[in-house]
């Protein structure tokens, strides 16, 4: 009974560490300092330099510009070279790099050593498209292309298994690596995965188009996203820990069923048992009167 009991807790505890180290992953996380709110002078749009390409376009990267002094340049300098001690430049980084970092929330950074996590976007859409145009018209590539709908599922399982599951488990939600995070990947946009890939943010190796080409870029995407609608065989998910873990905690509640079943079973065949002290009273035609009829005789 003791042992049952001991066996069920601590197979709670483990489905319970299992189901909560996503979240635990979430909560590692330092807390963000307030956004940084771009001043006045980054609402007033400036004027479109005479002669530029494209007019519209122009007006959107000085207007990122403005962004970036107000919001970035304390850490990655006035003309986006870097500051030493703060944080590299993003020069060449290119609008692949900036879409990410910004769309994820993870720049700006609240202090040059803190962790870089994704969080609210600290800039409304339209700052964000500024900002990637700007940091873009400094050389670098462009946001990548993706389409995941007609990339092969198996095939991005297996590159999956191969490049990524290391870090973020083959169930897309996340783990822990030396010094950081590996975050769930469930939040992720495709865009946002096909930059993760290319970019490697912070400790994750970013990957070329040698490692991983574009068809399989994209079946790596469609992959992730498939990973947020798994099929559970069964019905309940359980945190999606597989079939070893779900038939454990089958057989846990079917030993606890059988328990309470033999348990009520026992109750009423005690009920019916006859009292352990003193003969029973004789009745005539029972066999203890019978007995005695025969001694008379
Ligand atoms: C408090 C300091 C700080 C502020 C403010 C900040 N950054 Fe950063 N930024 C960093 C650090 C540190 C890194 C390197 C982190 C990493 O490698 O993941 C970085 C990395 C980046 C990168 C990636 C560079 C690359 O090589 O791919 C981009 C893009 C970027 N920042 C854009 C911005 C933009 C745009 C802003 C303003 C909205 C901003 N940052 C504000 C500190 C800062
Ligand atoms: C060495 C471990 C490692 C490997 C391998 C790795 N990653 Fe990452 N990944 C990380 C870490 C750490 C972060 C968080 C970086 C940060 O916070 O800036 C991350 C972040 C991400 C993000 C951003 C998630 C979000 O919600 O913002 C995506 C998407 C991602 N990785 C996808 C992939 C894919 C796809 C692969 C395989 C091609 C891969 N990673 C391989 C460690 C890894």
Known sequence: MIGFARLALVAAVLAGVVVALPSLAQAVAPPKAPPVVAGPRAAAAPAVPAGAPAPGAAAVVARGRDLFVSGCSYCHGLDATGVRGRAPTVRGAGAESADFYLSTGRMPLAHPHAY???????????????????????????????????????????AFADHCAGCHQVSARGGIVTGAVAPSLQRATATQIAEAIRVGPYVMPNFSEREIDGPTLNSIVRYVLSTRHPVDRGGWGIGHIGPIPEGMIAWIFAMGALLGVSRVIGERSEGVRPPPSGPEPSEPGSAASAITGGEVR
């Open 116 to 158: 870089p996590v994704r969080s609210k976007p600290a800039y409304p859409p339209a700052d964000i498209r500024a900002l990637v145009a700007y940091v873009g018209s400094l050389g670098g590539p462009p946001v990548p292309g993706v389409s995941p709908a007609t990339a092969g599922l198996a095939t991005g399982e297996r």
